[in-house]
């Protein structure tokens, strides 16, 4: 990642920051608009809570790009845990759709192609953490 991309994630970053509620639940909406089946995954879950979750984890990332090797074991074991809830290789995109649409929507004129290239890598190097993690999981499972 160059340091105009993670220059880019932490301006955007900021304008989210002050809307991380509201963003968060945007994105919940837009991930079960996309796949009505993944509310099941929340079925038990205190949405406000698991809204603070993302906001905290998606900071965690940003705090971190500067060392986001640092992050793969976090990330891994986070990658993990998610094959408990049901979470399947798929979602992953569908994720990072509903991520990309909600800052999209979020940013409004600040969203730019440079900024969707960003987060894009961003999300790519999260979940390709978390999808080792996962098959590493599935691994010892089988």
């Known amino acids: 990642m160059t340091p105009a991309q993670k220059e ?9 920051v002050p809307i991380a509620d509201t963003a968060a639940a945007m994105f919940y909406d837009r991930l ?16 406000a809570g698991q809204r603070e979750k993302l906001v905290e984890a998606l900071s965690l990332v940003l705090e971190n790009l500067d060392d986001l090797e640092a992050l793969v ?6 990658g993990c845990r998610h094959v408990a809830y049901g979470v399947k290789t798929g979602h992953y995109e569908t994720v990072g759709e509903a ?9 409004g004129e600040t969203w730019s192609p440079t900024a969707a290239d960003a987060w894009a890598l ?21």
Not at 73 to 78: K, R, S, V
Not at 99 to 107: A, D, F, K, M, Y
């Open 8 to 16: 880019t994630l932490r301006e955007t970053w900021g304008k989210v």
């Open 32 to 47: 079960f608009e996309i796949d009505p089946t993944l509310r099941r995954l929340f079925g038990g879950t205190d949405m």
């Open 73 to 78: 074991p976090t990330l891994e074991d986070l």
């Open 99 to 107: 991520l990309l649409w909600t800052l999209e929507q979020g940013l």
């Open 122 to 142: 961003a999300y790519g190097f999260v979940a390709g953490a978390m999808q080792r993690g996962a098959a590493t999981a599935n691994a010892i499972a089988a």
